[in-house]
């Protein structure tokens, strides 16, 4: 059984402050790796996706790949209130973790 | 560019009644993969076409749920008998192939499902 482990949270931040969500799994074969955000009553909707080991930075997100220890990592840096939802780690053949929800306090 | 269509967005029906959910993926994406998510948890596949030929229904209840996705297009999904542990919302989203970088998938809003 191919596994995909978030913290479920919630995880609150002050607004203004770095957000960090991780996520394991379990199939060393994976070759892609993504993040989505989905709000309340919302479908999923594609932050990042990742494919090599390091940094990938877009804005004010990084995701973080580290194939050898298999987990991915959703840095939020300046955390502002709108980013409020449930973020989900998905992996190589579109297992879904169970999300981590995420509050940004003003 | 249109995004992935789905309807009916909402369908209540009663135990052991049969129901359809519809999907018309982004133009041009030759995967389709329906997803059932119920409610605090992830996403789950249930299954996953490329064309039209399915490359895994692990995850999907044969015994009650299927799918078909003819001409390699616009797909159905249907439940028949429904059980009341089928609530749920049921995502459908498209990507343009099945392996990295082609594999991003784009996201229907979705049908939430309701069995009474």
């Known amino acids: 059984q191919k596994e995909v482990e978030q913290n479920s949270g919630p995880l609150s931040v002050p607004e203004g402050a770095i957000a960090s969500l991780n996520c394991t799994y379990s199939?060393?074969?994976?070759?892609?790796f993504f993040w989505y955000r989905q709000y309340s009553g919302k479908s999923p909707e594609l932050i990042m996706f990742i494919y090599s080991n390091g940094d990938k930075e877009d804005g004010r997100f990084t995701a973080q790949l580290n194939k050898a220890s298999q987990y991915v990592s959703l840095l939020i840096r300046d955390s502002q209130p709108s980013d409020s939802a449930t973020y989900l780690c998905a992996v190589g053949d579109m297992r879904f973790g169970a999300g981590t929800r995420l509050t940004v306090k003003p | 560019e249109a995004g992935v269509a789905q309807s009916p967005r909402y369908k209540i029906i009663e135990k052991r009644q049969s129901v359809a959910f519809w999907c018309n993926p982004i133009s041009g994406h030759a995967t389709l993969y329906w997803y059932q998510q119920i409610l605090g948890q992830g996403p789950k596949l249930l299954i996953q076409f490329q064309n039209n030929g399915v490359v895994d229904d692990s995850q999907l209840p044969k015994d009650r749920f299927s799918a078909e996705r003819l001409k390699g297009v616009d797909s159905t999904l249907k439940i028949q008998p429904a059980k009341l542990e089928d609530s749920a919302v049921y995502l459908c989203?498209?990507?343009?192939?099945?392996?990295?970088?082609?594999?991003?998938?784009?996201f229907g809003a979705g049908t939430r499902l309701s069995v009474l």
């Open positions: 199939d060393r074969g994976s070759q892609s």
């Open positions: 989203a498209s990507s343009l192939a099945r392996g990295p970088p082609l594999n991003i998938q784009y």
